[in-house]
């Protein structure tokens, strides 16, 4: 048996540690405080001068001095806003005395610079440090191939999980039905297998990373951790658990009965006005338009992810060819209209 790549147990002491260094209520101590002065020194001289300006340069570079920082602060188990703050504090004094030089030297006046905006330049690190955040967390397919395969397999079993849970708990404005999930489980053991080498193939990740692919949103996609620590695609997992509910709830329910008894539950609204009549009435014609959809209802999981992940309607349907017998007319002359509900 393949040995996992990420181990829950690796990705929850991950987590822990990064939770524990990014606390905003940090206290430095005299020893902490002298081991980033030192640190701080030894990056200025690999990024020869201001660390700020590393930050704020190309993002792949940037990305490598934060680096730099991140595996500082968990080496030393010292924070990494308190780092940062620091950092920020000593570029300042390093600029003030460049200002000061430039001064007695005659070169500016006083009144042409201004530099003295300490919290201005911590709130533009941070707010960058975001922007690094998010763009490092983008998957490298490429570099990394056997994880993010191992994150698009996580999907499916966390996708899976969720519908099972999600399910237990709806509760829908008219007869209950008992939902059957099955069909839609076994879609999602279809679609794990299908996409099985998708990352580690070569030719077919080339077709990923090159936008020729109907899954290359995963390329852009946020990853998360889940609750039970285990890495998965954020969005596409998302999608998937929606548009997979929403066509086992399609499955289950007679169509015909279900728009009967939402159009009595509407009548009685609007001869017995309460405060809320209103918003019932409205949800109950939208639960009615869902459930008119039941004849598509296996075009509908590929309605969802397009809305979603901002796929095209080709893309979708290519999607849809890959996994399950389509009628492509059908499919595009149906797409537009089918009324979706987050579930």
């Known amino acids: 048996m393949k040995k996992k790549i990420t181990t829950p147990e690796?990705?929850?002491a991950y987590k822990e540690k990064m939770d524990e260094?990014?606390?905003?209520?940090?206290?430095?101590t005299d020893e902490q405080i002298k081991?980033?002065?030192d640190?701080?020194?030894?990056l200025r001289a690999k990024n020869n001068g201001l660390i700020f300006d590393s930050i704020f340069t190309e993002d792949e570079k940037a990305v490598n001095t934060l680096n730099d920082i991140f595996i500082f602060c968990m080496r030393k188990d010292i924070s990494l806003e308190g780092t940062l703050s620091l950092l920020v504090h000593w570029d300042v004094i390093v600029m003030k005395r460049i200002r000061e030089k430039l001064i007695s030297d005659g070169i500016i006046n006083v009144e042409d610079t201004h530099l003295e905006y300490e919290h201005d330049m911590e709130k533009e690190l941070f707010d960058r440090i975001h922007e690094l955040f998010e763009y490092s967390f983008r998957p490298k397919l490429n570099k990394y191939s056997d994880l993010y395969q191992e994150v698009l397999n996580n999907s499916y079993d966390e996708a899976i999980k969720r519908i099972n849970n999600k399910i237990n708990d709806i509760h829908l404005p008219f007869n209950?039905?008992?939902?059957?999930?099955?069909?839609v489980i076994e879609n999602l053991e279809h679609e794990k297998n299908t996409f099985n080498d998708l990352i580690t193939n070569n030719m077919k990740r080339s077709k990923l990373i090159g936008n020729n692919h109907f899954l290359s949103h995963l390329v852009n996609d946020d990853i998360e951790i889940t609750d039970d620590y285990n890495?998965?695609?954020?969005?596409?997992?998302?999608s998937l658990v929606i548009g997979y509910t929403s066509k086992a709830i399609l499955l289950s329910i007679d169509k015909n009965i279900v728009i009967r008894e939402l159009k009595t539950k509407i009548k009685i609204l609007t001869d017995f006005r309460q405060e809320e009549s209103d918003i019932l009435i409205e949800y109950s014609?939208?639960?009615?338009?869902?459930?008119?959809?039941?004849?598509y209802a296996n075009y509908i999981p590929f309605k969802i992810i397009a809305k979603r992940m901002n796929?095209?309607?080709?893309?979708?349907?290519?999607?849809?060819?890959?996994?399950?017998?389509?009628?492509?007319?059908?499919?595009k002359d149906r797409f537009d209209e089918l009324n979706t509900l987050e579930f």
């Open 10 to 12: 690796k990705i929850k």
């Open 21 to 28: 260094l990014t606390k905003t209520d940090y206290e430095l």
């Open 35 to 37: 081991l980033i002065v």
């Open 39 to 42: 640190f701080i020194e030894v």
């Open 176 to 183: 209950q039905y008992k939902i059957n999930q099955s069909e």
């Open 231 to 238: 890495i998965v695609f954020k969005g596409h997992t998302e």
């Open 285 to 295: 014609k939208t639960l009615i338009e869902f459930a008119q959809t039941k004849r």
């Open 311 to 331: 796929l095209t309607k080709n893309v979708a349907k290519n999607y849809a060819k890959a996994l399950i017998q389509i009628n492509e007319k059908s499919f």
